[in-house]
């Protein structure tokens, strides 16, 4: 399974950015996906998840900023970041998981043991 993120730049507070994940060597499956972040200097955090039939799960910090979709059809995950803040800065991961979750299980519980990752995309928002 190869995950490979892009979209990441760097913007103003209050622009907008769309992550994309290519998903390879994986079918179609009801297991969730996900976006994951983290920080300079803190810990790793879920962002959004989402399950095979579009239930969806956000943490409380882009609740109503970004939107978590996904098209099975071309194997891709994405992530609408709107009204985005310098807190938001940050590598964002796209991930997989290998057990299964609901979306708000996979938030708090999707690891690089139990899941599989991509390696990164860096988002920068500046003040």
């Known amino acids: 399974v190869q995950l490979v993120e892009s979209g990441g730049g760097s913007v103003q507070a209050g622009g907008s950015l769309r992550l994309s994940c290519a998903a390879s060597?994986?079918?179609?499956?009801?297991?969730?996906m996900g976006w994951f972040r983290q920080g300079p200097g803190k810990e790793r955090e879920g962002v959004a998840t989402?399950?095979?039939?579009?239930?969806?799960s956000y943490a409380d910090s882009v609740k109503g900023r970004f939107t978590i979709s996904q098209d099975n059809a071309k194997n891709a995950l994405y992530l609408q970041m709107n009204s985005l803040k310098p807190e938001d800065s940050g590598m964002y991961y796209c991930?997989?998981?290998?057990?299964?979750?609901?979306?708000?299980?996979?938030?708090?519980?999707?690891?690089?043991?139990?899941?599989?990752w991509g390696q990164g995309t860096q988002v920068t928002v500046s003040s």
């Open positions: 991930a997989r998981a290998r057990v299964t979750w609901s979306a708000r299980q996979a938030l708090d519980l999707m690891t690089r043991a139990n899941s599989y």
């Open positions: 060597g994986v079918s179609y499956s009801t297991y969730c």
């Open positions: 989402i399950e095979s039939d579009g239930s969806t």
